[in-house]
Every structure is written in C-alpha cells, then in structure tokens.
C-alpha cells in the first residue's frame, strides 16, 4: 500500500485539554501562564489550531480503531522524518520531526479523541513511539515508522511483532502498558492496494482485485463484520471521502472514470457466505486524464489523484467562497495573547484562512481627553486599537500643537487656525477663546503670546 500526502485544512472545535510543549511551554484551560512570552504564546495557539483541524471528524467517530487510523493518516500527510525536532511543534506546525516529536504529536491528537495513550522508547536506538488502547487491549503504532516504509507495518502491533520490525528486544523498551494482543498483527489492509477512508463511520477500501470493502478495523478480510460492496463498477480503484461522500476511482467497459457511490442499507449473503451491499455509482464529470489511477485521496477543495508514477492531479469539487476576516481572539497585549482572525467559507463553513496578530501595542494619536485652563493643566491621551490600553500625560495651557511644551510655535499654530489653514486638536477649539466672543480671532492669539511672553504658567 503506497501512502500518499495530504494537506489537511478542515477546521475543528478548539483544544480542552493541556498542551504541553516540551520546551516547557504550557497552556491550561484555555490561559497563559504568566511567564510566558509572546514567542510561546503565539506557539501554544499555533499547535492548538493544528491539533484540533487534525481532530475534527475522528473525534465524534463511535469505533475506537477507526478513530486511531484517520489519526495516523493524517498525521502521516502533515509531517516528514527528519533528524531533529521532538517536540509535537516540530511535527504539526513545523512540518518535521524524529521519532519522539511523531509520537509526542500523536499522543496529543489521540488524546483529544479520547483514546488512551502512553510513549515508549527503545534505549539502545532512541527511538520513541505510542501504544494506544483500542477495545480494551494495548496495542503499538508508530507514525515515524509508517512514514518511513509508506505502509501500515506499524500500527496496532502485538509486542512481538513490533520487535521483528525493530529488530529490538521488548524486554529493554522503556514504557508502561504491554501489549499481547495480536489481533491485528496480520491486519489486511497492510496488504491492500490503496489505504482506504472512512466514510459514514466505517472504513472503505480497495485491494488488489478491484473490489470495494467496508466495515470495522479487522484481523482478517473473512470476518463477518466485513461488507462487500457491489458499486455496479467493473474494477474499483481507489476511494476516498470528500464533504460527506464517498467517491471511487474505478473501470466501467474497459474504461476509467471518477464515480460518486451512492450507498445501501440493504444487506445480502454472498455465494461465498460474504455480507454484501448493493449501492450504486453516479459518474462524475471530470477530467481524470488518460493515465491509469492508483491512488486518491482528499484535500480541502476536493481530491488529488494518484497515477503509477506518483504524479498527482487535483480535482476541484469545491471552490471555497471567502467571507470577511473575524476576530476569534481578541488581542491581549498586556497579557501577550496574540490576536487571531480568521476567514471562513460561507458555503461550506469550512475556516479556511487563519492569521495572527503580533502582541504588541499599536497606539493611536494623541487626543485631548481633559481641556486645560489658565488654573488647572488637561490630559492627553492614547489607546492601543489593539487591547483598548489607554497611555495618558498631561496637557499644558497653551501647548496647542501638544508637544509637551509651550513656545511661540504653538502661537504660530493658533494663528494659523485663525486664517483656516489648519484645524485644532478636537476639543481645544474654544480653550483660547479668551475674547469669549465664540470664536478664536486675531485678539485671541495676541492674548495666548501674550501669557507665553509674561512667562505666567499654570
């Protein structure tokens, strides 16, 4: 089975849990602790987004297994082995990272599906992956591993088996939680031609003789919770869920063609004592090129095809309608808690554009919030437009072009107000209507040179 990579953007609720970086950064319920900085703030959030889009979906499935296999999929499409970076940063937001950084992320996303979770490494390589609890037994899977080989050789793996593929003694491995079961040791869809998806909470797939199969995680393809589905095609390909439906790369009189099944609840006993449905397809008009389809899978607008030769074909079925940006998270400059908009499609719902604000405050001019008197000196004031912080100072009789001072410039600037060709700061516009005749003229500016020149001051 070749696994091909995918960019997963579907948009889902936010993190409850905590998520903890290994840098020591840490977010709780939603708060940032007081020691963190800007850089760890915007961080926490960028993880907590990666997270979540990568949970939505699996989190609300009924079936254990299939919650961890949509998990370790989309885990695989995000990240790339790499010699460094351990952390789950690293692997959902940088985009690389080593065996630990693989299991430190799919601990946070099994986590937040609810799915019981612990690490293991192997001493003698350092190599570190996850076990995680499916119906009760313990199993182990290793994301890095899969991404190393392109197939499922390391998910849901008895102790035993997952010690031939390391060629590593159990005994040494430092974890808690072993595992004994080997019910998916000699799982089917290792051996499958195309790695399947879930759609109406069960898992659909391909194998090599062209016949489309659904139902739960299995140890062998004979068991009776295993459908055969009867799509009507001649040979089915490769399918792959998109928006709520299932569609199928698959031959139809010798030719290939992108089909939209159309699933059925009725259910019937094979002649090979197999359960079997009968749906149907609808063909789907699209290009799908002349050269013979291996592999699909689905991306934010629609699917990718995958030929023989790995080159890949996109295939729009949905073309996003952006609204306008929103604001999710108001910024907090004083607690460094960066801003966060978004840009969501008004026909799918789907958050498809998403940008942060840096914390830091963005003040505006300075505005006169108490007019000064010969008796008693005013206040200016500025607000940051991002957090609301208010910076006040005080505001001198006389100090009309509000540079903290008091000079002729500022006569100057009076006069100039006076023959229209500037206007006074809001809220000084009657302050130096000494002549108390409702407007300030020639008298007036006299009267303000005058107080400057006698050197009286508040």
């Known amino acids: 089975m070749e696994m091909q990579r995918q960019i997963w953007k579907r948009a889902g609720a936010g993190l409850t849990a905590a998520l903890v970086l290994a840098a ?31 949970t939505d979906g699996p989190d609300s499935y009924s079936k254990q297994g299939n919650k961890a296999l949509v998990l370790h999929d989309r885990l695989l499409d995000v990240v790339y082995p790499a010699q460094t970076g351990s952390t789950a940063y690293d692997a959902l937001v940088s985009g690389g990272a080593d065996s630990t950084g693989y299991a430190q992320a799919m601990a946070l996303l099994l986590e937040e599906v609810g799915l019981e979770n612990s690490l293991v490494t192997d001493p003698a390589t350092g190599e570190s992956w996850n076990r995680v ?3 009760g037994s313990w199993y182990n899977l290793s994301v890095y591993r899969d991404d190393l080989s392109g197939r499922r050789t390391a998910f849901l793996k008895s102790d035993s088996a997952f010690a031939d593929l390391l060629d590593s003694d159990p005994a040494s491995w430092e974890g808690e939680n072993p595992c004994t079961s080997t019910y998916y040791d000699n799982w089917f869809l290792n051996q499958s031609r195309d790695g399947g998806d879930v759609w109406k909470n069960d898992l659909y797939y ?7 199969y659904a139902g739960y995680l299995m ?8 459908y055969r589905e009867e799509t009507g095609l001649d040979f089915v390909d490769a399918c792959a869920a998109f928006d709520g439906a299932l569609y199928l790369i698959g031959s139809l009189n010798g030719r290939q063609g992108l089909y939209l099944y159309e699933g059925s609840s009725s259910v019937e006993i094979g002649l090979d004592g197999t359960l079997v449905h009968r749906g149907s397809v609808t063909p789907v008009e699209q290009d799908i090129g002349t ?12 699917l990718v095809l995958v030929t023989q030769d ?3 074909k996109e295939i729009t079925l949905h073309t996003h309608t952006l609204g306008d940006w929103q604001t999710v998270q108001k910024m907090d400059c004083s607690g460094v808690i960066p801003g966060k908009e978004v840009r969501i499609c008004t026909d799918c719902g789907e958050v ?3 940008q942060y604000q840096s914390p830091e405050h963005a003040y ?17 004031e500025q607000v940051c437009v991002n957090c609301g912080d208010r910076v006040t100072k005080p505001l001198l009789y006389g100090d009309v072009n509000l540079d903290g001072g008091v000079s002729v410039l500022d006569v100057m600037r009076l006069a100039q107000s006076v023959v229209g060709s500037i206007q006074l700061p809001q809220g000084l516009d009657g302050n130096y209507d000494r002549s108390e005749d409702g407007a300030i003229g020639v008298l007036d500016v006299m009267a303000l040179a005058q107080y400057i020149v006698s050197g009286q001051r508040v």
């Open 310 to 312: 790995g080159s890949e």
């Open 133 to 135: 609890r499916i119906d």
């Open 219 to 226: 140890g062998t393809a004979t068991h009776s919770g295993l």
């Open 206 to 212: 391909t194998n090599g003789s062209g016949t489309l």
């Open 352 to 354: 498809v554009e998403i």
């Open 364 to 380: 505006s001019d300075w505005t006169v919030a108490q007019n000064p008197s010969l008796e008693q000196e005013g206040r200016l």
């Open 24 to 54: 020591g950064i840490l977010l709780g319920n939603g708060q940032v602790n007081a020691q963190t900085t800007p850089q760890q703030a915007l961080q926490e959030l960028q993880l907590e987004d990666a997270a979540a889009i990568l």
């Open 291 to 302: 050269d013979p389809i291996v592999s699909m899978y689905s991306n934010s607008t629609g």
